[in-house]
Every structure is written in structure tokens, then in C-alpha cells.
């Protein structure tokens, strides 16, 4: 894709990207307090016997943190007649001010909120923003508690030492949704020469939809408390195994007791310790399409058997492989059907939706779909739990999403710089701590079968491997028990790309028929059966078109197969179902996309990527009824 604004201008505005003041705004600390760097986060909140949890969604007060009112403290309660934005929800479309839609920078969230009366003194009071596009900063009245980057993880401030039970205090929450070259995804932000105004563009092909778009929790634990579990599952034969791992706050003499309850609420195993094995006699496993859930039911007790902490971790027992050209899933061969996605709807944006997701959900029921991919982020965590709980597998993927200079192609007739060179990206660190969050918050969905951890790099660049090499080692180190992979763009061929070798699985993005050979779905179909089978040569494992699909105008309806129609959607999707069902490596097929998305502006979209087999509302295009028959009729593919 292309940028919007001249690459020339970049030495002029990085420089100042690299380091940021705030101090026109007035009272911020723009120094993060030493106790205040943000730990990883782990648990999501629960309510159980020893923890509460408050839903701080609804509508909250909301200002551009604009330079109109650079004076003003971020801290300072906002205006009784202030903007009042729903949360979650993406604020860029709920507005008809166009400067709200456009902003680049800083925006405020404020709110009352009450500490109830009933929680207890010396236990700790937390507040939690599920995510905040892409940098969040926490404050409680004056004081500025925490920063996290990254648009699409939780993140917590401790809020203890400020509030007592019964009390009110003022809960700001400022967002930015700057992205730069040391961000994932990244971004460059340039300034119009006309109107002097930021402008923010990017390498990725949907909107940067930004601010509060899933829960904000205020929620109390006990003063020693469970931090975090990670849970493996094993099977042998017909038993069970679970390893677990608990992480305590601080190490008292209280002890750790652990209990697997089946869904019929009895207990069938448990065991002692902060780490352990367990094994479930007669074990019910959890399978795509058919869940089991066992609850984990982890408690720290005193000498006197008196729970002090108890949590409860949904876990489904099973197992996965990678086996030659087969992805195993409790040894049985799994064939993936489904689609890449987005987090996307009208007015919403990226705003969680619970309606939303179950209908999704259904839909994908109804095609056959036994799987996505959460391109190109970490889906809201209610999301995993409701795949784990419906059985469908999904392929997790972090926000490393544009990591390819070269894809912006020649802007000003400049050729593009390395992406890996000194002029091209910073985003290692970035990238680096998106993969430890990722794997922090998904490690124990059942659902989550693979990591990717990143999407349409520039591999074929020099220095990609370099990049990618301890990023893929960290992964492994983090999670040795899934399977790792990246999602490749077509400059990087199977004779071009540097970092396959660093994956187990070959996940393509091809789009042979509409990128290239456009319209000539018979040339379309020589290419692409070349480069799948060279892949296949190339590498003895198993192969997942992660993309493929045509822009598609609901309505627009061709006798000849003519791009933009209906009907050449379905031609294309049916030529390249031929294809994989003459590779045997192929491993499963992902549609690009599940529905029409909202992208930035720009030439080559009109009201966003039309790719969808369904419209922005949900209405199935042609390729929807084709591609259930297929994937209704497919039980053994492999
Ligand atoms: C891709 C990207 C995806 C785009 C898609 C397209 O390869 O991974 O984010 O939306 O192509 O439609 O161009």
C-alpha cells in the first residue's frame, strides 16, 4: 500500500516522534514512578469468593487533548457539558465532528467512579483498562499512576494507597493513538503542509481505530494473591494430564491447593503446591467443535484450611502436534476452515460487542468455519473465552502487522529503505513485549492452537532473519508447548524468503487472480499452484492459506466473471479450492476476510476493503452459500 505523505518528510518528523513532551499539557508527570512500570499482566478479573470486580463501562466523559487546550491538565475534571463516549467502543465514529475522527494524539476519558463500601481494608484495589489504542495512561484524581503501550493488551494501575471502600474519586484514562516507527504496528506521523495539522499514516490495511475499545474493570484482591497460572495439558490414553504453575504475590506459609472440577461441578482431581501435575482419570477432551471445559480451581489456604485467594481458570484438555504435512489436534489430523478477520463494525469501530460476537460466532457456525485467525492483533479476551467454550480453534496473532517498508512502494519515486536497516524500523522492542503480552493473557485458551507472530513482514529483505530470530526463540521459550508461525506475503517466495526456517508451520497470504493476474483466474490458477507446490517441495510441514479473496460489491453482479462482482468472488474461491485439493500439504484455507472492514483513506478503497464474504452489516455475499457447501461437505480432508 501506498502512504499518503511523502517519505521525504520523514527525517523531518522522527526526530521528533522519538521523544515526546507533554509538558504544554500542563500538570502531567511525564516521568513513569519506578514502582509504577507496568509488570506484565496475567489473570483477567474475576469475581470468586475472595475477589470482587465492578464494570466501569458506560458513558464517560471525553476531550481531544488537542493543542486548543494545550493549558490544561489531563488530571483536571473535565466540563460538566463535556462529550460524553461510550465505552467500549472506538471513539473515531461515534462523533460527527470530523476533527474527533481525525485526531492524532492524546484524548481523555474521565469518570466518577465509587469504591463500594463493602470492600475490605488491606486488601488491593486495582483498576484495569482491558486496552487502550495504542498507548493508555492511568491517573486517579492528580495522580498519574501508570503508562502502557501497546493498543491491544490489559493493562493495571494499583490504586490501593489512594481510595478507601465507600469513597468517590475522579478516574481519568488518556489514550493515544499515535503509532511511529517503534510501535506495532507502525506508523509515521507527518504534518500537513497546508493546514499544519498531525497526520497519521501507516503500512496496515484497516482503520486506526482508537480509544477504549473493550472494558475497563475496577476489581480487589487480597493482599497475598494468585498473580498468575499457567496451565499445559497432556494426554495419555485415556487419562488427562494437567501442568500447572502458580505464581503468588508474596511467599507466606499459606499453601497453594489446586482442584479440577468437570462440568457437572464435580471435583476429579487435585493437588498441592504452587506447581504440580494432576492427571483426570477418564478424561473428556476438549475437541474443535465440541468443547470441554474443566475449571482449575486455584486457592491459597491458611494453616487453618481458610481460603485467602481462590480464582478459577476455564481449561481444555488437549493435545497439538505438528507432524510432517499434518497439524494434529488430539492426534487426529486438523483441516483449518475459516477466515482471517478484524475486530470491526460500523459506528463501533473496534469496540467490543457482545451481540456482535455471538452472531459472528453463529455465522461462522453456519458456514462450516471451524477456526480464524485473529489477524491482525489479540482479540478482546471475551472473545477467547467464548472460542474455548464453542470449540473453535483459533490461530493468535500479535500486532506486528506493516512490518515492511518496502510494501509502501516507491513513494515520490524514492525506492523504499531496508526495512531492517538503519533507516527502516525500530519496532524489536516493541514487538518483543507484544509477544510476551500476548502470550501472558491467551497461554490457557484451549482455543489457541498457534502463535503467529507476525503478519506480511518484508522476509524476503536482508536482516529479516536476524530480526526474527530471537523473536521466534523467545516465543518458543515463552510457550513451548504450540506450534509457532508468521503469516507471509507474496514477495517473499519460497525461493526469497529468509525466516521460514525459524517457524514450524507455513502460513501464506496469496493473491493470485486479484493483486496479480487480476481478473484471469485461469493464469491466476497456474501461479498459484507453482508457488504452493515449491512451498511444498521445500519444506515437510503442514501449509495454511491464511489469505486469499477478492474485493466483492454486494449487489454487483456480472454474466462474465468480472472482478468487483459476486460472481468472481465465487469463481476465485472455487479456483483456489481446486488448488489445495491437489496439494496435500495443505493444512487448511482462511478466507481473507469474514466480513467487509473499514481500512484509512486512500485511493484504492472505497469505504474500506470490500473482501468480505459477508458485507459490514453481516449479509452474505455468493461466496458465503459456496463456501458453507464446501466446508459443510468436508469432514476428512485430511
Ligand atoms: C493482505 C493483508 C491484509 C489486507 C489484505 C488486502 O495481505 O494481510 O491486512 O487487508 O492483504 O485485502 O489487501
Not at 507484544?434 to 485458551?445: P, V
Amino acid at each position: 500500500m501506498k502512504l499518503q505523505s511523502g517519505l521525504s518528510l520523514l527525517s523531518i518528523i522522527l526526530p521528533a516522534l522519538g521523544a515526546p513532551t507533554y509538558d504544554s499539557y500542563g500538570s502531567v508527570n511525564t516521568t513513569v514512578p519506578a514502582q509504577q512500570q507496568q509488570p506484565l499482566i496475567a489473570l483477567k478479573p474475576q469475581t470468586t469468593s475472595s475477589r470482587d470486580l465492578v464494570n466501569l463501562d458506560g458513558l464517560w466523559k471525553f476531550a481531544l487533548a488537542s493543542e486548543t487546550n494545550e493549558t490544561a491538565s489531563w488530571t483536571a475534571p473535565l466540563p460538566k457539558k463535556a462529550l460524553e463516549c461510550p465505552v467500549p467502543a472506538s471513539y473515531n465514529d461515534i462523533f460527527t465532528d470530523q476533527s474527533i475522527h481525525d485526531h492524532v494524539g492524546w484524548v481523555i476519558y474521565q469518570r466518577e467512579v465509587v469504591v463500594p463500601r463493602g470492600w475490605m481494608a488491606g486488601e488491593r484495589y486495582m483498576i484495569r483498562a482491558d486496552a487502550a489504542t495504542h498507548k493508555g495512561r492511568i491517573y486517579v484524581n492528580d495522580e498519574f499512576l501508570v503508562e502502557h503501550q501497546g493498543g491491544y493488551t490489559p493493562f493495571e494501575a494499583d490504586i490501593t494507597h489512594l481510595v478507601a471502600a465507600g469513597e468517590k474519586f475522579r478516574l481519568t484514562i488518556a489514550v493515544d493513538n499515535t503509532l511511529t516507527y517503534s510501535t506495532v504496528p507502525p506508523g509515521m506521523v507527518t504534518v500537513s503542509p497546508q493546514t499544519g495539522k498531525k497526520q497519521q499514516t501507516y503500512m496496515h490495511d484497516f482503520y486506526n481505530y482508537a480509544g477504549l475499545a473493550r472494558s475497563v474493570w475496577m476489581y480487589s484482591v487480597p493482599e497475598q494473591h494468585i498473580v498468575d497460572v499457567t496451565i499445559v495439558t497432556g494426554v495419555e490414553g485415556e487419562t488427562g494430564l494437567i501442568d500447572y504453575d502458580v505464581e503468588v504475590s508474596n511467599n507466606g506459609t499459606n499453601t497453594v491447593k489446586v482442584s479440577v472440577v468437570d462440568e457437572e461441578g464435580n471435583a476429579v482431581a487435585n493437588s498441592t503446591g504452587a506447581q504440580g501435575k494432576i492427571e483426570i482419570p477418564s478424561v473428556n477432551l476438549w475437541q474443535p467443535g465440541a468443547a470441554y471445559l474443566y475449571q482449575v480451581q486455584v486457592s491459597i489456604v491458611d494453616s487453618d484450611d481458610k481460603t485467602i485467594d481462590t480464582y478459577s481458570v476455564p481449561t481444555g484438555v488437549r493435545t497439538i502436534e505438528v507432524k510432517g504435512t499434518d497439524f494434529l489436534i488430539n492426534g487426529k489430523s486438523f483441516y483449518f476452515t475459516g477466515f482471517g478477520a478484524h475486530e470491526d463494525s460500523n459506528i463501533r469501530g473496534k469496540g467490543f460487542d457482545p451481540v456482535l460476537m455471538v452472531h459472528d460466532f453463529e455465522l461462522r457456525a453456519w458456514m462450516g468455519a471451524n477456526s480464524f485467525r485473529t489477524s491482525h492483533y489479540p482479540y478482546a479476551q471475551e472473545i477467547m473465552e467464548f472460542a474455548d467454550r464453542q470449540g473453535i480453534v483459533v490461530i493468535d496473532e500479535t500486532p506486528a502487522v506493516g512490518l515492511s517498508l518496502s510494501l509502501m512502494g516507491g513513494v515520490q519515486g524514492e525506492a523504499p529503505a531496508n526495512t531492517w536497516g538503519p533507516d527502516g524500523l525500530d519496532t524489536h522492542a516493541a514487538h518483543e513485549q507484544a509477544i510476551r503480552e500476548l502470550i501472558r493473557r491467551d497461554k490457557n485458551h484451549a482455543c489457541v492452537v498457534m502463535w503467529v507472530i507476525a503478519n506480511e513482514p518484508a522476509a524476503q529483505e536482508e536482516g529479516a532473519h536476524e530480526y526474527f530470530e530471537p523473536l521466534a526463540k523467545l516465543t518458543r521459550e515463552l510457550d513451548p508447548s504450540r506450534p509457532i508461525s508468521y503469516a507471509n506475503q507474496g514477495a517473499a517466495t519460497f525461493e526469497t524468503d529468509l525466516i521460514a526456517d525459524l517457524f514450524d508451520v507455513n502460513l501464506l497470504n496469496r493473491y493470485f487472480g486479484w493483486y496479480e493476474q487480476t481478473g484471469d483466474l485461469e493464469a491466476a490458477e497456474i501461479a498459484l499452484e507453482e508457488e504452493l507446490q515449491g512451498w511444498a517441495d521445500k519444506f515437510d510441514r503442514p501449509m495454511i492459506m491464511s489469505e486469499y479473496g477478492a474485493d466483492t460489491i454486494a449487489g454487483l453482479h456480472s454474466v462474465a466473471s468480472v472482478p468487483f462482482s459476486e460472481e468472481f468472488q465465487v469463481d476465485m474461491l472455487e479456483m483456489y479450492h481446486r488448488v489445495f485439493d491437489r496439494i496435500p500439504a495443505m493444512a487448511g484455507e482462511h478466507v481473507w476476510n469474514f466480513a467487509d472492514f473499514q481500512t484509512s483513506i486512500g485511493i484504492r478503497r472505497v469505504d474500506g476493503n470490500k473482501k468480505g464474504v459477508f458485507t459490514r452489516d453481516r449479509k452474505p455475499k455468493a461466496a458465503a452459500h459456496s463456501l458453507r457447501t464446501r466446508w459443510t461437505n468436508m469432514e476428512a480432508k485430511k
